[in-house]
């Protein structure tokens, strides 16, 4: 199994940035890819930002030029750099890890881009 921590929420004005980091503990060798999802209130999860071993990566349209994902060789730590916040972007992001079929979830941080 594999167990996902997220820090760096928080509070921005529009146009601010912020760094979220997940770390990942446990089974970590067979992972994968690992991802940062967001969902906003009252909508669905969506996919914010994807990558691979291999070390593609895949973005959401939203957030495509202004968000980057990131990750240590060793699977130890997944980020993003989000910057350019919108309002549009506030939500709670959750790191997720895909091994071996299962998908594992952190509890999530909660972003907010007040205008």
């Known amino acids: 199994q594999v167990q996902l921590v997220e820090s760096g929420g928080g509070l921005v004005q529009a146009g601010g940035s912020l760094r979220l980091s997940c770390r990942a503990s446990?089974?970590?060798?067979?992972?994968?890819?690992m991802g940062w999802y967001r969902q906003a209130p009252g909508k669905q999860r969506e996919l914010v930002a994807r990558i691979s071993r291999s070390e593609s990566t895949n973005y959401a349209d939203s957030v495509k030029g202004r968000f980057t994902i990131s990750r240590d060789f060793a699977w130890n730590m997944v980020y993003l750099q989000m910057n350019s916040l919108k309002p549009e972007d506030t939500g709670v992001y959750s790191c997720?890890?895909?091994?071996?079929?299962?998908?594992?979830w952190g509890k999530g941080t909660l972003v907010t881009a007040s205008s």
């Open positions: 997720n890890a895909e091994q071996l079929g299962t998908d594992y």
């Open positions: 446990g089974s970590i060798p067979n992972i994968y890819a």
